[in-house]
């Protein structure tokens, strides 16, 4: 059976927005990927603005984080994990790098730390807890377009989840490659478009 269509932007009711590793130990000031920070420093005005209208629809706003590995190393066999394990393996959830940017955490919001993997929702609590909140939209933001970002949204629409993609509360490294996997890549698993669409969609 086909799933029923949904409006491209989803129901206010039934979307969530999802802030990917947007956290002090990969954009703040103790970044372990300085090439990635910079690029995304431009997204975090527009992506602030988006959760304030989020908050104010009502919509709920999930930070999900890497909080490093619990009793041993959290290194895989891809060159990422060799280049960062050795510093992400001390985290743990109350570590400064684990912690998300003070300028895009509210009261309100949730925050779903992982242990393990490169792909913030497999084999975590994101997609079974959004789930559990009565969500069929999630609104994908934070970084990377590199590889966390479209990790989620393939695991988000294989468990029948609608994915909208705002251009501008993403980022990669560099910029030029990051424009070219948001049309390529992302395009083909989620709707694209921008904060000021969304927030006046919610506002309606």
Request: aromatic share 2%.
């Amino acid at each position: 059976m086909s799933t029923p269509a949904r409006a491209a932007l989803g129901e206010a009711t039934r979307t969530a927005v999802v802030v990917v590793e947007c956290q002090e130990g990969v954009l703040g000031e103790s970044s372990v990927l300085p090439a990635l920070a910079g690029p995304a420093a431009e997204m975090l005005g527009p992506l602030a603005a988006l959760l304030t209208a989020a908050r104010t629809a009502g919509i709920p706003v999930v930070h999900a984080t890497y909080a490093g590995p619990l009793g041993g190393s959290g290194a895989g066999t891809a060159p990422l994990w060799r280049a960062l394990g050795p510093i992400t393996d001390v985290w743990t959830d109350d570590h400064p790098g684990a912690q998300p940017l003070p300028e895009l955490l509210a009261d309100s919001d949730l925050v779903l730390p992982r242990h393990h993997g490169l792909n913030p929702a497999k084999g975590t609590e994101l997609l079974p807890v959004l789930k559990g909140l009565g969500v069929d939209t999630i609104v994908l933001t934070g970084v990377s377009v590199n590889l966390a970002l479209p990790l989620v949204a393939g695991e988000a629409t294989e468990e029948d989840f609608h994915v909208v993609v705002p251009r501008d509360a993403v980022a990669g490294t560099p910029k030029e490659y990051a424009d070219l996997a948001l049309k390529n890549t992302l395009s083909m698993l989620a709707t694209l478009t921008t904060v000021e669409k969304l927030s006046a969609h919610w506002a309606q």
